[in-house]
């Protein structure tokens, strides 16, 4: 784009020699791993992925594939544009200026008896309505959303004028993640964050404890940091929850019972990735926000302080 100083680019390097599909390899922690796992098996239904651009939702939908992937299977994909060629999968790229949108390319795959189905995107209403409508008769369907956790998954769909009685029976779960930047091997040293950041990160007890940094060389160009790892927030739709849909609750609402069900959100998660040395605390709390409501852990931990 123009800028007044010259042109502006942004590059995305699309390069599938670095495209890791496996689960394992993205960064889940074995307990969200396990829950998501669990709802990919059911046999129909949607699951979101959620987050903003360039956080990796795509690459954990792949991955999502990568596990479910069998020949009896008919998996199709509805991609803008379709990033990398996946071996046993179908995939269809939108092209807007000929009239393959998503809506339509989604209603000409569900005429292909497809088992599951990918959307790269739910952009609007009426994509919305058709992944639900294909959810509820028989398909997994997979989609990314923009929304800032997997609670606003809901209030967001719900915006989209999807009934609330069809998404309560359609969604089986949702995933928020963002990409926090990985300590550099070359230049790893220990580190005592300030007080500051322990209590923003919710842990002020641990003051005295030793983090983990990088402190910049030439193999991370000075930046501490080498590679990225995935941060991640699953919620899995029960029955309480269902009925919480059914009824359009607050996103603060189902946001504090899937707290009370054991989700760790966002910046729980990316704690514990510092507390596991894989990452700074302070990069932990750049890539994630803290919920303004008085039921986040990290609340509750400093009240406890």
Not at 31 to 56: D, I, Q
Not at 165 to 180: E, F, H, I, P, T
């Amino acid at each position: 784009m123009p800028t007044l100083l010259g042109e502006k680019l942004v590059v995305r390097i699309l390069d599938k020699r670095n495209l890791r599909v496996r689960m394992e390899d993205l960064g889940f922690r074995q307990e969200p791993l396990a829950v998501f796992k669990r709802v990919l098996r059911e046999a129909h239904g949607l699951v979101l992925v959620t987050g903003p651009t360039g956080s990796g939702k795509t690459t954990t939908l792949y991955s999502a594939l990568d596990l479910i992937c069998s020949p009896e299977l008919n998996i199709i994909t509805v991609e803008d544009p379709v990033e990398y060629q996946l071996d046993g999968v179908n995939q269809i790229g939108v092209n807007e200026p000929i009239g393959l949108s998503f809506a339509r390319v989604l209603r000409s795959a569900l005429r292909q008896d497809p088992d599951v189905i990918m959307i790269g995107e739910i952009r609007d209403d009426v994509t919305a309505h058709v992944a639900v409508q294909a959810a509820l008769t028989g398909h997994s369907v997979l989609a990314t959303l923009h929304t800032n956790d997997a609670a606003s998954a809901v209030a967001r769909l719900l915006d989209m004028g999807v009934e609330s009685y069809l998404l309560s029976s359609a969604m089986n779960g949702a995933v928020a993640q963002r990409l926090a930047r990985t300590i550099c091997p070359s230049c790893r040293t220990k580190y005592f964050p300030t007080d500051d950041v322990l209590h923003d990160a919710g842990i002020p007890s641990m003051t005295g404890r030793a983090f983990q940094k990088g402190t910049g060389c030439q193999s991370c160009h000075d930046s501490g940091f080498q590679g990225r790892a995935g941060v991640y927030e699953v919620l899995e739709v029960d029955g309480r929850m269902r009925r919480m849909i059914h009824g359009a609750s607050a996103t603060h609402e189902i946001r504090a019972e899937a707290r009370r069900q054991g989700l760790k959100t966002l910046r729980d998660e990316a704690v514990l990735l510092a507390l596991d040395g894989r990452t700074s605390l302070e990069e932990a709390l750049r890539v994630t926000k803290l919920e303004q409501d008085e039921d986040t852990p990290a609340a509750q931990s400093g009240r406890a302080a």
